[in-house]
């Protein structure tokens, strides 16, 4: 049934009011308008299946112990459990939708769940009152009772702060809530709120004061400052109306007043919980008087602020400690290395109550190869950033085993899989072989890597991603690109280039135009710490071009960008080794007489043995054919390739064992070593840290 309203409009308004409600789950709603001469709530319209009923609550007097009524009296929520209607109910939950000068009528849900409702509920109910009162409020003849023009622009306002507060996830938004729809029609241009916390005032944050101020204010213990004292302990607003009645009750602080360039306040303590959380500070230029009226309305407000700022500082807390423990799992620095420097961002989504499992690494492999890794988590939560850690991690230690990327992918997928049925994650990892400039990569749901040469050109492979990992079946493909010989490597996730406005294609696209235009300085860096700073500003371009509105976004975003760079050929020297046992003597003298030609006599000795083991090695357990080759960086690698697959195996050789003992000796000589295979074969290979001199 709907009400007999004077105009289309204020139907519309009580329809969406009561369809609004539906979102509780309940088993109808009801609003009542407000009669104040007869002291009577009369029904103007109900939905859902509890309207049947609605005979019995047309016309409620305001003796009758009843929510709408209980609402009324109270002037806030109220709840009565039991089936008052015979509808199969848990209870009604009502509230009042409050003009400037009282309740003018009530808004009351039939739950259906047990218990009362829950306070997000309870919110959402309040925020619904809020709007419709404010909307009701300018339609002509809805007003219960003639009010000024003012107090109409009050009313408004405060339903707009009501539906405002309850959309305000963290506590900023609560304070910039409060600046919007409550200086305005109170003609207020100053605001601070404060919360307590061991007994000392902390600024949450503030609208019409200087910073200096702010900082004088910031931190105080309640008790040096004597109104919040007085506030906080009597749980009691203060209003003062002149700078000379501040300066009378508060001798001490005769300072402020000029200091902000205000003359008249509002002390407003903020109560959550039955206690004072902080204080909400309404200031004016001008000094004024403060009506009834007013003084029990923003006493009111600063409850609903109150409750308000305590969730959203219960939000805070939980994000921050989600986002600790997110970045605690991404790299804290990305390592400086021969072929490829490089910076990143990760950027948490500026709306949501959860984190993300975006990621991204740089590691670091043999022979100054360089493995490059960027992946989304599916979902957000602790679960999800947990999960990214655990990716993380494995790809380190798989990567650590300089496996190919579509047998790391595939790896990473019995990882996932493993995980649970609704695990899912988008991954992109490539390997950069310097000596080559050939970059190898796969893909799980991920877009290709962005190349960028130094003459401004843009490109990025068209290829089709395989699926995500947890969805995927092996084997993944493996994808080549050439390099010029310095580039720039882009990866990043969906969140940088995909949102509800706008379809992946056209982010990438957009990414592409904003690196085709601002890249090139990257390509001109003096020396290492002005190429990092480069790429450092590069990203931040990057960011805020694709997300100008980052707080506005629901997903996070990681963008990596690598400045790759090839081995210069002189660098690096090989030679081929027969296969008798004349090889360990002629791969002796090839290192000698390279190692001169470098200058680093010094790892001449050293660098010979190793060789001479390795060799021996291949003579004795491989086949061949072999050659031994050196790169020269900020580490001297000495590398050694044969024909088997074998994997090498540190012995533990007995005492009068006559052999058994190279590998330990070539662990002990150099910094690491390790072994890679490839498809004819393997390499074995070993790094040592060149002398300062030398390099």
């Given at each position: 049934m709907t009400a007999p309203r004077d105009t289309l409009q204020g139907t519309e308004v009580l329809a969406l009011a009561l369809k609004a409600t539906e979102c509780l789950g309940g088993r109808g709603a009801f609003l009542h308008w407000c009669d104040p001469a007869a002291h009577?709530?009369?029904?103007?319209?109900?939905?859902g299946p509890a309207a049947e009923s609605a005979e019995v609550w047309r016309d409620l007097s305001d003796e009758q112990d009843v929510a709408p009524v209980r609402a009324l009296r109270r002037g806030g929520y109220a709840w009565v459990s039991g089936d008052s209607l015979g509808v199969g109910a848990a209870g009604t939950a009502s509230v009042p939708l409050l003009g400037a000068e009282g309740p003018i009528g009530v808004l009351s849900v039939i739950t259906a769940g047990a218990g009362p409702p829950e306070e997000v509920?309870?919110?959402?109910?309040?925020?619904?009152?809020g709007w419709a009162a404010s909307r009701l409020a300018e339609l002509p003849g809805t007003p219960p009772a003639p009010r000024s023009v003012a107090g109409s622009e009050r009313t408004v306002r405060m339903g707009k702060l009501t539906a405002a507060l309850a959309e305000a996830v963290t506590s900023r938004e609560v304070v910039r809530a409060v600046a919007e729809h409550v200086l305005p029609p109170f003609g207020a241009d100053g605001l601070i709120v404060w919360v307590f916390e061991s007994g000392r005032q902390h600024v949450v944050d503030s609208a019409g004061y200087t910073r200096e101020l702010l900082?004088?204010?910031d931190g105080l213990?309640?008790?040096?400052?004597?109104?919040?004292?007085?506030?906080?302990?009597a749980c009691a607003p203060q209003f003062i109306e002149s700078a000379a009645e501040y300066c009378q009750r508060y001798p001490t602080l005769a300072h402020i007043p000029a200091k902000a360039r205000k003359n008249a306040w509002a002390f407003l303590p903020m109560i959550a919980s039955g206690h004072a959380i902080g204080m909400c500070l309404v200031a004016f230029t001008r000094q004024r008087s403060f009506t009834d009226e007013e003084r029990t309305l923003l006493t009111a407000l600063s409850g609903l602020v109150g409750q308000s700022l305590e969730r959203a500082r219960l939000y805070d807390v939980e994000h921050a400690r989600a986002q600790e423990l997110q970045s605690s799992l991404l790299p804290q620095t990305l390592p400086r290395l021969p072929a490829v420097r490089a910076a990143a961002r990760y950027l948490p989504a500026g709306r949501g109550e959860q984190?993300?499992?975006?990621w991204y690494d740089v590691i670091p492999l043999s022979a100054d190869r360089v493995a490059m890794v960027i992946g989304d988590v599916m979902g957000h939560g602790i679960h999800e950033a947990a999960t990214m850690g655990q990716l993380r991690t494995t790809v380190r230690t798989l990567a650590d085993l300089d496996i190919p990327p579509d047998e790391l992918l595939s790896r990473l997928n019995d990882l996932v899989g493993d995980l649970g049925e609704d695990c899912y994650a988008t991954c992109l990892y490539t390997v950069f072989d310097p000596t080559t400039r050939v970059c190898s990569f796969a893909l799980a749901g991920h877009p290709p890597p962005v190349v960028v040469?130094?003459?401004?050109?843009?490109?990025?492979?068209?290829?089709?991603?395989d699926p995500p990992l947890g969805a995927a079946e092996p084997p993944f493909e493996t994808h080549q690109i050439h390099l010029p010989e310095e580039s720039l490597l882009v990866l990043c996730t969906d969140g940088l280039v995909e949102s509800a406005t706008q379809f992946i294609d056209q982010g990438l696209a957009r990414l592409r135009q904003v690196l085709s235009q601002q890249a090139a300085p990257a390509f001109t860096a003096t020396d290492e710490d002005d190429d990092l700073q480069r790429l450092d500003a590069l990203c931040d371009t990057v960011v805020s071009a694709l997300l100008p509105d980052h707080g506005r976004t629901h997903d996070d975003a990681a963008l990596l960008i690598a400045h790759t760079r090839a081995t210069d050929a002189r660098d690096v020297a090989s030679c081929v080794l027969p296969e008798d046992p004349r090889a360990a003597g002629q791969a002796r003298a090839y290192v000698r007489n390279q190692l001169a030609a470098w200058g680093l006599d010094d790892l001449a000795t050293t660098t010979e043995l190793l060789a001479s083991e390795l060799v021996g090695n291949v003579i004795r357990h491989a086949k061949g054919p072999a050659h031994l080759r050196l790169l020269r960086s900020s580490s001297l690698t000495c590398e050694v390739y044969d024909g088997s697959l074998s994997t090498p195996r540190i012995r533990h050789a007995a005492y009068t064992d006559e052999g058994g003992r190279g590998l330990q000796l070539v662990a002990a000589l150099s910094k690491r070593w390790g072994a890679r295979y490839h498809r004819d074969g393997k390499c074995i290979w070993t790094e040592q840290d060149i002398p300062r001199r030398a390099a």
């Open positions: 009577r709530l009369r029904l103007v319209a109900a939905t509920q309870r919110s959402f109910l309040l925020s619904v009152a900082d004088l204010l213990a309640v008790t040096d400052y004597p109104v919040a004292a007085d506030v906080f302990g984190v993300g499992g975006d040469h130094p003459d401004g050109g843009v490109h990025q492979p068209d290829l089709t991603a």
